[in-house]
């Protein structure tokens, strides 16, 4: 079992939707997490970060974090072609991150 | 410059020789992350260094793998004898502060080994 834990998906949703992402995470002593959009053939961007337990909202993106039950979320309001992307979760202890293998969404026009 | 370079963007290798990629962090960060992604596949965790400090080398997967950041800014992550599973995107990342802040990655630079 991976540490970090996401669907593969494809993901698929209509423009104007929202689009859910999971992660969950296996390390307790986890201490940050964050996701990051990653366009094919192209490097990790950071999107969202987030330490603490409930919600943190930018723009149209909301991160959620549960540390009780290990589980981050990033959810996509008003989902636009341009986010169509493989997003990547990660979590960090010290320095040492690790990531998911990434969530693929296809926003469809 | 404004974000983390690497060098070369792309790299060819045969079998057997030996690699040097570097990277360029953001000016002031204090923190370099190394990085490996396979193809369809999230990074995974190479090296870290605080400074000129290497403080995690948990993730270098052999002795063939070398990091270093002699002065505390240019890295550079040296690859010897190199084998057809290095073949990767080797991404460097950099944080202003201490390993917990947000990390900003470079281009990355594609090995290929033949």
């Known amino acids: 079992q991976k540490e970090v834990e996401q669907n593969s998906g494809p993901l698929s949703v209509p423009e104007g939707a929202i689009a859910s992402l999971n992660c969950t995470y296996s390390?307790?002593?986890?201490?940050?997490f964050f996701w990051y959009r990653q366009y094919s053939g192209k490097s990790p961007e950071l999107i969202m970060s987030?330490?603490?337990?409930g919600d943190k909202e930018d723009g149209r993106f909301t991160a959620q974090l549960n540390k009780a039950s290990q589980y981050v979320s990033l959810l996509i309001r008003d989902s636009q072609p341009s986010d169509s992307a493989t997003y990547l979760c990660?979590?960090?202890?010290?320095?040492?991150?690790?990531f998911g293998d990434g969530t693929t969404l296809t926003v469809k026009p | 410059g404004a974000g983390v370079s690497q060098s070369p963007r792309y790299k060819v290798a045969k079998r057997g020789q030996d690699v040097a990629l570097r990277c360029d962090p953001i000016?002031?960060?204090?923190?370099l992350f190394w990085y490996q992604q396979a193809l369809g596949q999230g990074p995974e965790f190479l090296t870290y260094?605080?400074?000129?400090?290497?403080?995690?080398k948990s993730g270098l997967p052999s002795d063939r793998f070398f990091a270093e950041r002699p002065e505390g800014s240019v890295s550079t992550l040296k690859i010897q004898r190199t084998q057809q599973e290095d073949s990767a995107v080797y991404l460097c990342?950099?944080?202003f502060g201490q390993g917990v802040n947000e990390q900003f990655f470079g281009p990355g630079t594609r090995l290929t080994v033949l």
């Open positions: 990342a950099s944080s």
């Open positions: 987030i330490y603490s337990n």
């Open positions: 260094f605080q400074n000129e400090a290497q403080l995690d």
């Open positions: 000016s002031g960060h204090v923190s």
């Open positions: 390390d307790r002593g986890s201490q940050s």
């Open positions: 990660a979590v960090r202890q010290a320095g040492k991150s690790t």
